[in-house]
C-alpha cells in the first residue's frame, strides 16, 4: 500500500465530492477513528449513536451526514453516506500501488506460463504449464498455480494461495493467504457401505473485484464449474462447495459454509458462521443473519434468522428440554381448548 | 487426472455391468450433467424428480435405474445405482495416472530419507529424516512432511500439504492443498488461572483409502494416536481433535469440528458444518443432520438432527424470545390443567 | 521436543511438590495414558469416575489427589491439582529444547531483517525488510514474515505460517501451520449495491505466551490494532476479526468465529465453534458452551449457553416445526387462560 497527499478538506471535496463545512484549508494526511485519530487525521461518523466519541475526538476533521453536522464544530464534510465517503478517501490516501515487477530467481516458471512483463512472482512460488498471469499481478511468496490457470490483470495474490489447474480469476482479484481454489468438490457415491470418488472434472470461474479472505476454500466443479460473479466478497475461513453460483456483489461474512449446487442471488449479506445447505436457491438481495442455518430455498428478499438464544446454562437446560417436548405441550394446550369448550357447552 | 475412451456403451457394459437399451454402438467419450453433457457425452438421472431435465437433455446417452427407463428413448444403461455407476463410468474415463517420476531440484530431502523410484517430490518440497515416501506417491510444491513421516503408496499431497513428525498415513490417500495432520491437540491444564501446556505425545495414523479436502485439520494425540480409518472421507475445513477416532468408511462433510477423544463409528455420516463435543462415542451408521450439535453419545443407528429453524427475522425474534421463557409457559398450562380438573370435579 | 529422564518419583516430587506414597525409588522415563502406560511411565487420574481405569491399569506410578489415594496401591503422587502436577511432569520429561541456529541456503532473507544468532531459519522461508526475529526463534519451512514484522524470542513457528507486515509476535509463541497473522480484516462500505474496500491500515499485536492453532487466522486492525493479550491460548480454525481483543488467558477451543471489534475479557474460556458476534463487550471469567452464539454483550461472570438440542430427525422435525409456532401457541395459552377466569368467575 502507498500513500499520498496530504491533502486540503476542499481538495479532498474537489476529488470525492460533499460538503465542507468549517475551514477547507485543513490539512489532511491520514485516516483514523473518532476515538484514536490525531493531528492531521480525518474520522468519520457513521451513526449518531456514537456522538459522545465525535465530542471526544482529537481529529482534525470529520466526515458525517447532514442530520450530524451540528453535533461539532469541527471542520467536516457533510455528505450522504459517510462510511462509504471514508472508504473512498482512505484509498486516495493509502492507493494500492502496482507491484515492482520481477520474477524472483527461486520461483519455478514453468516454460509455457504467460507472465505479464508488468507482473511480480515472489520467492517460492510455482507456475505451471499453460498458466497466465496479468498485467501488474503480484504473486506471493510460495503461491501456486497449477495448469492453465488464467490471472486477470492488477490481481494480487498474497503468499501461499494455491489455484488448482484450470481454474480463471479475473482482474483486480485480492486473494488471501491460504486460499484453495480448485480443490476437488465433495463428491461420492455410495456402493455397498464404501464409498467411490467421482473424478471432479468441472473448474472455478471468478469474476473481476473479486476479494476472498484468509484460508478460504471453493472447490471445483463435479462437471461443470463452481462460478464465483463479479464483485463478490468473501471473508475468511469461508467453505464454497461443488459447483454453487454466488452472485454478483454478494458478501459473505466469515467461517460461513456453502454445500454444494446452491445458488445465490446478487447483492446478498450473509452473516458469519452461517451454514447454507446444498441444492437451494436463494434469490437477489437476501440477507441471512449470522451463524442462521439456510435448510430451504428463499424466494423472496428480506432478512433471514435462525439462532437459539443463549442465556445462563441452567436456564438454557430447562428450556432446550422443552423444547424437546414441545410436541406434547401443545397436545395438552389442545386437550385444554378441548375440556374447556365442553364445560363451556355443558354450562351454557 | 488422465483420458480413457471413447468407449461405445456395449463395451461399458461389458467392463462396468448394467444392462443396454438402445443402441448399443453409440461412442462415448466423456460424462456431463443432464443440463449442459453435449454430443458425446453420457449424463445420469439419479431421481425421478429431475426428470423434465432428462426430457430436455443433449446428451448422447443415459445411465438410469429400471424405474426410469422409460421416460427416455435415448440409448442408456439401466442399472441399480446409477449414481455409482456414474462415479465408475466416470473414472474409468478420467482415470487417476501414476506422477511422472522424479525429484525437483529445488526439494529439500534429508539425505536419512527413504522416497521410492517412483514418487515425484515437487519444487519447494520439504522432507526430514527419516520420513518415508512410498511408490508412484506425489507430493506438491511447498509441501512439508517431518521427520518420521511415512506416506504409503499411491498417495497424493496436494501442494502445501503439512505432515508433522511421525504421522502415518496409508495407501492411496488423498490431501488437498492446506491440509494440516499432527499439530498440536489443544490440551491445556489450568493452574491457578494460567494455562499450562501439556506436550502432544501421540501420533495421527490414517488408513488406506483416505481422502482429506482442502484445509482440514487433523490434531496428533496428547499421549496415544488419533486414528482415521480405512475409507473415511473428510471434506474442507474439518477440524478434528486429539485422540479422536473415525471409523472405516465414514464420511464428514464440510466445516465440521470434533473435539478430542471422540470416538465416531463406521460408516457414518455426518452432514456439514456439525458441531461433534468431545469424549463421546457414537456408533455405526449413524447420521448427523448438517449443522446439528451432538452433545451426547449416540448408542443407536438413525438420523440425528437439532437446528434452529430460520424464518423472516421479526418471526424468529418473536418466537426466539419465547423460547427462552418456555418454562414459564409450560407452568401456566399446567396450572390451567389443574384449575380445569377442579373446576370439572366441582362441578361433577 | 527433547527428552529428560528417568527420574525417581522422589526426585519428581523434589522438583515438583506433591506428597509421595508407595515406592519412592521407582523409576519414571515417561507419562502414559490409565489404558495404555506401561512399565517405566505415570499416568494420571483427574475425576472418580475413570476409577475403573485406575484399577486396571500397566502403569508404574500415578498421579492423583487425596481423595483418590486409596484406590490403589501403586506408586503415587497425591497432589491438589492432578491434572495441572501432570502437564508440569510431562514437561520435564519431554522439554522445548532450543533449536540449532541456522539460516537454511533456501531461505529467502532480505538484507535489512535482523536474524537473532541463536535463530533458525528453515527451507523455503521468506522474511522481508525490517523484520526482526529473536534470540532461539523456529521458523518452520514455508513460513512468510512481511515487512516489519518482530517475532519475541523463544518464538516457534511450525512450517507454513504467514505473518502479513507490521505485526509484532511476543516471546514464547507457539504458532501452528497455516496461521494467517494480519490478513486484512473485512472491511466493505456499501455504495449504491457495490462494496468499497477499506483499506485495512492497523496491524496485529499478539502478546507473550500465546499459541495458536493450525489455520487459524487473526486479521489486522482497520485503523487500530487487533489485540491478542498474553498467555491467550486459540485452538485450530478460529478467526478472529478486526480490531477485536482477547484477554490475557483465555482460551478459545477450535472453530469458532469471533467478528470484528469484540472485546473478550480476562480467563474467559469459548466452547468450539461458538460464535461471536461483532462489537460486543464480554467481561472477565465468562465461559461459552460449544457451538453457542453469543449476540449480545455478557456484563456477569457465568457459564452461558444456546444449542438446539438434538434429537431423532423425526421429533426434531416435529418439535422444530412448534418452535416456528410458539407465538401462537402462547396466545393460545392466554386465551385459555382467560377463558377459564371468566368461568370460574361466573361460577363463583
Known amino acids: 500500500m502507498g500513500r ?21 484549508g485543513i490539512l489532511i494526511r491520514q485516516v483514523g477513528s473518532l476515538e484514536r485519530a490525531a493531528e492531521g487525521e480525518i474520522a468519520f461518523l457513521s451513526s449518531l449513536k456514537y456522538r459522545s466519541r465525535l465530542v471526544a475526538t482529537n481529529a482534525s476533521a470529520v466526515v458525517l451526514s447532514s442530520e450530524a453536522e451540528a453535533l461539532t464544530a469541527l471542520p467536516r464534510i457533510v455528505c450522504d453516506n459517510p462510511y462509504a465517503y471514508f472508504a473512498r478517501l482512505s484509498r486516495m490516501l493509502n492507493p494500492s500501488l502496482p507491484p515492482v515487477p520481477g520474477l524472483h530467481p527461486a520461483a519455478q516458471i514453468s516454460p509455457g506460463a504467460r507472465i505479464a512483463a508488468s507482473a511480480r512472482v515472489d520467492a517460492g512460488v510455482v507456475i505451471e504449464e499453460g498458466a497466465s498471469v496479468g498485467e501488474r ?20 495474490l498474497y503468499p501461499s494461495v494455491t489455484i488448482y489447474r484450470d481454474c480463471r480469476i479475473g482482474a483486480r482479484a485480492l486473494l488471501h493467504s491460504g486460499v484453495v ?29 473479486v476479494e ?8 471445483r466443479g463435479a462437471l461443470d464449474d463452481t462460478v464465483i460473479e463479479d464483485g463478490v466478497k468473501l471473508d ?4 464454497v462447495g461443488h459447483n454453487c453460483r454466488i452472485g454478483a456483489h454478494t458478501a459473505i461474512a466469515g467461517c460461513t459454509g456453502i454445500a454444494g449446487s446452491t445458488v445465490i442471488g446478487r447483492h446478498c449479506a450473509i452473516g458469519g458462521g452461517a451454514g447454507i445447505l446444498g441444492h437451494l436457491t436463494i434469490c ?49 394446550v389442545r386437550e385444554l381448548e378441548n375440556r374447556l369448550r365442553a364445560k363451556e357447552k355443558g354450562d351454557g
Chains 1, 2, 3 share one sequence.
Open 212 to 219: 476472498i479472505g484468509a484460508n478460504t476454500t471453493v472447490d
Open 4 to 24: 499520498s497527499g496530504p491533502f486540503t478538506l476542499a481538495e479532498i471535496a474537489v476529488r470525492l465530492g460533499g460538503r465542507v463545512a468549517g475551514n477547507p
Open 284 to 332: 437477489d438481495h437476501v440477507t441471512v443473519s449470522a451463524c442462521t442455518v439456510i435448510s430451504r430455498s428463499i424466494r423472496q428478499p428480506g432478512t433471514y434468522t435462525g439462532v437459539f438464544p443463549f442465556d445462563h446454562n441452567k436456564a438454557w437446560a430447562r428450556n432446550a428440554a422443552l423444547v424437546r417436548h414441545l410436541a406434547e405441550l401443545a397436545e395438552r
Open 181 to 209: 481454489i480448485g480443490a476437488d468438490g465433495f463428491g461420492m457415491a455410495n456402493d455397498g457401505g464404501q464409498w467411490i470418488k467421482i473424478p471432479q472434472l468441472g473448474g472455478v470461474v471468478i469474476g473481476d473485484d
Open 236 to 239: 475468511n475461513q469461508i467453505q
Open 137 to 156: 499481478v503480484a504473486v506471493g511468496a510460495g503461491s501456486f498455480l497449477g495448469t492453465g490457470v488464467a490471472l486477470g490483470d492488477d490481481s494480487r
